[in-house]
């Protein structure tokens, strides 16, 4: 069955940086393109980066271009988000997906001084 597994958040410093793991079991991830998203208190989750399968192309939020980079290891099924200059408004539950139903259990980010 398919499983996301994210790992890699927690409580940094404003400016600070982290950088997130997904494990992904139970389908073929090299051919899916994969995204990142986040859900923080009271809100919507919304998307944030995607990387496509061969991770020749990547599409970011307005709101963490230039700061998140999302990469893929397809050889060990995992996608990455390295976040750098992390503000107050990116805390939020993290997660990934490639667009269907199933969701792991996210990883909290938290961003505070």
């Known amino acids: 069955q398919v499983q996301f597994v994210e790992s890699g958040g927690g409580l940094v410093q404003p400016g600070g940086s982290l950088r997130l793991s997904c494990a992904a079991s139970?389908?073929?991830?090299?051919?899916?393109?994969m995204s990142w998203y986040r859900q923080a208190p009271g809100k919507e989750r919304e998307w944030v980066a995607l990387?496509?399968?061969?991770?020749?192309?990547?599409n970011y939020a307005d709101s963490v271009k230039g700061r998140f980079t999302v990469s893929r290891d397809n050889g060990k099924n995992t996608l990455y988000l390295q976040m750098n200059n992390l503000k107050p408004e990116d805390t939020a539950v993290y997660y990934c997906?490639?667009?269907?139903?199933?969701w792991g259990q996210g990883t909290q980010v938290t961003v505070s001084s």
């Open positions: 990387i496509t399968s061969t991770a020749g192309n990547t």
């Open positions: 997906n490639y667009g269907g139903n199933v």
């Open positions: 139970g389908f073929l991830f090299s051919v899916y393109t």
